[in-house]
């Protein structure tokens, strides 16, 4: 008689054993790969990328408005379920020509009551208080943003920081005259030449002025990560 693994849910499973000798060790992942790499996250995503792996994050808010946008977004990204940590704190969210505001507790009210990836938004408080975000699920990096003659709001798609001249893509940046977040800007002199705000950095939200209307992700080759704001919570 054949002794082996007799599991025949197992990787080590012999067709021909008819002992169990303790042997059944591997199982597979699970996308149901012998010995593949795939785990399930915390959000239930089965993959072998921990790049997309959701994870709880804080955004820190001073009394007034506040100039952010989000690397990460939990499945329901609306405004009532993303701002329910705020409660009454919290009056309203302002982005690049819409708004929505909360009238009485969680009942907002407006035109731009989802929340997005690419956007900046200024959200306002009656007090300092923290807005934390559980089980979100990183921006894809590569995001592509669509902007027009002008100024445009826009968020930064990782918790890092990019310097502002090598985030922006060498066939777009000469289009791009100056960069404005909360309490500081950039502006480009001469080619390649940037004054004034050093870098991008997650969780912030993104003026850019531009000459001419342009597509581009952000290049994050030289991201520096941040640590601070993403914790266990």
Do not use: M
């Not at 982005?95 to 009551?113: L, M, N, P, R």
């Not at 502006?187 to 000459?211: C, D, H, M, R």
Request: include cysteine; hydrophobic fraction near 35%; charged fraction near 20%.
């Amino acid at each position: 008689q054949w002794a082996g693994c007799t599991d025949e849910n197992s990787c080590d499973y012999l067709p021909n054993a008819v002992i169990d000798d303790g042997s059944c060790i591997n199982y597979p992942d699970c996308a149901g790969v012998c010995f593949g790499d795939s785990y399930e996250d915390n959000c239930g995503t089965c993959d072998d990328d921990p790049a997309n792996d959701c994870f709880d994050y804080y955004l820190d808010l001073h009394a007034g408005a506040n100039l952010v946008s989000f690397y990460a977004l939990p499945e329901d990204a609306s405004v009532q379920n993303v701002l329910t940590p705020l409660g009454d704190n919290v009056s309203g969210v302002i982005t690049e020509g819409d708004a929505c505001v909360q009238i009485s507790t969680e009942f907002w009210v407006g035109g731009h009551c989802t929340l997005l990836s690419k956007n900046g938004y200024w959200i306002i408080v009656s007090s300092s208080d923290n807005l934390y975000l559980e089980d979100a699920i990183p921006t894809e990096p590569a995001l592509e943003y669509d902007l027009h003659v002008g100024a445009n709001l826009i968020s930064f798609p990782i918790d890092g920081s990019v310097g502002v001249s090598d985030a922006l893509p060498d066939d777009i940046e000469p289009y791009v005259s100056g960069v404005i977040t909360e309490g500081a800007a950039g502006a480009q002199i001469s080619p390649g030449n940037w004054v004034g705000l050093p870098s991008f950095e997650g969780g912030k939200g993104y003026w850019i002025i531009t000459t001419e209307s342009i597509s581009f992700s952000y290049d994050l080759s030289t991201q520096s990560i941040i640590k601070a704001s993403r914790e266990s919570i």
